[in-house]
């Protein structure tokens, strides 16, 4: 289960690229209730989306070339250099080498080898820094991050060898899902994630982040009211709840999930 102890290699935060970050947080505002509070003038624009107060995801304009809106998922770290070297040892790209983000920490942006994107947080400053969002797992909080790709088993053996990550195959229609576990600890009490096979061939390799949800219908509803576009759902799966998939306004996919995803192989 995701929780904000954050281990190493655990998802910690994550945030949402987009052509007009006020809009977008407009948007989420209105699906999940959420809040913006800028990060300061020095940030450029980007802020945190908050829930009573509490950071649970954050927003900010797309600073590479070409980029489309998404949400990056940041992966906890003690050293955010050591981890961009071994993510080139093991055949991915460093997109924007480690720096510092003022004094709460440093963070690398990274491409696995089947191009899905993401990120790594390493805490910093005196006080310890920014360890992560301060609520997960709950509804309108992140719960789940999957993973989907063109190659589920050289996809999992790339996060594998640069984070140590566990595996369980869990039985799926269709297909095997690929539950992931930090390196450390109970295997399933740490789970956080997944690894599925592309929707379709023309799909990019990508992370997308599942937030919880206690009515998942209502939740699309107001998402679609709000000119969100729905991917996929809202359907029951067996042994892992009500789901949904859906794309914002501008284009970027998240899901939902009421129920815990699976655990047990």
Do not use: N
């Not at 924007?96 to 963070?107: H, I, L, Q, S």
Request: charged share 20%; proline share 8%.
């Amino acid at each position: 289960m995701l929780t904000t102890d954050f281990p190493v290699g655990s998802p910690c935060w994550i945030d949402l690229g987009s052509p007009d970050p006020a809009a977008a947080a407009t948007f989420y505002g209105a699906v999940f209730g959420w809040t913006f509070r800028s990060a300061g003038p020095e940030a450029g624009g980007y802020g945190f989306l908050q829930s009573d107060g509490r950071t649970v995801a954050a927003v900010g304009p797309l600073t590479e070339e070409g980029a489309r809106s998404a949400w990056t998922t940041y992966f906890r770290t003690p050293d955010a250099e050591a981890t961009a070297k071994a993510v080139e040892q093991a055949g991915g790209t460093v997109r924007v080498p480690a720096f510092d983000v003022m004094d709460a920490g440093r963070t690398a942006q990274l491409t696995d080898p089947q191009g899905a994107q993401f990120a790594v947080w390493q805490p910093g400053g005196a006080d310890g820094g920014v360890g992560g969002l301060d609520a997960v797992s709950e509804d309108g909080a992140l719960i789940w991050v999957e993973l989907h790709t063109g190659a589920v088993d050289a996809g999992f053996d790339f996060y594998r060898r640069v984070f140590g990550w566990r595996s369980e195959d869990f039985p799926a229609p269709g297909m095997t899902y690929k539950v992931l576990s930090s390196a450390d600890g109970d295997l399933q009490a740490t789970t956080f994630g997944g690894v599925a096979p592309v929707m379709d061939a023309s799909q990019p390799a990508s992370w997308t982040p599942y937030f919880g949800s206690s009515d998942v219908d209502a939740v699309v509803a107001r998402a679609t009211g709000a000119g969100a576009t729905v991917l996929m759902g809202p359907e029951s799966v067996p042994d892992v709840g009500r789901l949904a998939w859906l794309a914002d306004p501008f284009g970027a996919p998240f899901a939902l999930i009421k129920g815990e995803p699976p655990k047990d192989a």
